[in-house]
């Protein structure tokens, strides 16, 4: 079977040497191993006649195998890597439980890095689409996006590594969509949270005190982050804390 290539680099609108990403970069393999692991998409598909359909489906994949068809030659070996190579190293020691000081510098590449594979995971499902251009502008200029908030949490039994997206999101009466996207990233003892949503929700995401759930993102960390954080809620799986911050927000955006 033929497969139908996009034309159109995500990022950059180039139309030539469309390239495969790997939704998690390759050369991690090396620190992390290459055991299955369970993906599990969570949220909504939009019919033709604008009709919601929940998803709930569990695929088995390999965590470093994984590839997205949709940018460039140019966005995937030139900002992704170098992005890639800047938040490696501290990804990979919040992963190991290591005990350090994460500078701010560092939390905004690690902020960036997860952005940008919520958006690339985003890019692999089936869903409704809660990114939009000006984030993926932001993300290939280095600087962090509009409508786009990570955090970062201990948790420290972890030894899998698995990434969940849940979509979600009003349809006003004229029948435009509002999505927002919850993804998790759980990397051995680090689970990377990510909040993206559409233009429209800013004022009700500025509503929603999402500090008391989660605390602050960690791009707005002034003074770096010591690590791990002492938490009460290291021994909380990932899961727990995605799905009970799913229903955090569907009791406060979807009213
Ligand atoms: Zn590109």
């Not at 139908?4 to 393999?29: D, G, M, Y």
């Not at 009466?173 to 909040?195: A, P």
Request: glycine residues 6%; positive net charge.
């Amino acid at each position: 079977m033929a497969t139908r290539l996009p034309k159109v680099c995500l990022f950059c609108q180039s139309t030539s040497n469309i390239t495969a990403e790997h939704v998690l970069p390759e050369s991690w393999r090396k620190v992390f191993g290459a055991s299955l692991f369970d993906r599990t998409d969570s949220g909504w598909l939009i019919n033709s006649d604008g009709k919601r359909t929940e998803v709930e489906k569990t695929v088995k994949a390999k965590p470093f195998g994984r590839k997205v068809r949709e940018v460039c030659g140019s966005c995937n070996n030139g900002w992704m890597s170098r992005l890639e190579e800047a938040a490696g190293p501290t990804i990979h020691d919040m992963a190991r439980g290591t005990e350090r000081v994460i500078a701010r510098q560092e939390l905004a590449h690690v902020g960036r890095w997860a952005s940008k594979t919520a958006i690339i995971i985003e890019a692999l499902s089936k869903m409704r689409k809660g990114s939009s251009q000006d984030q993926r502008d932001a993300l290939r200029a280095s600087i962090t996006p509009p409508r786009l908030d990570v955090w970062a949490f201990p948790y420290t039994n972890g030894d899998t590594i698995s990434y969940h997206p849940t979509c979600e999101g009003p349809i006003l009466e004229d029948g435009t969509l509002r999505t927002y996207w919850i993804t998790s990233i759980e990397l051995f003892q680090v689970h990377i949270l990510v909040l993206h949503f559409t233009e429209g929700l800013e004022v009700t995401f500025r509503n929603v005190d999402l500090i008391s759930p989660l605390g602050e993102p960690i791009q707005n960390a002034r003074y770096g982050l010591a690590w791990p954080p002492v938490s009460s809620s290291m021994g909380t799986p990932p899961m727990v804390r995605h799905r009970y911050v799913q229903q955090y927000l569907e009791a406060s955006v979807m009213r």
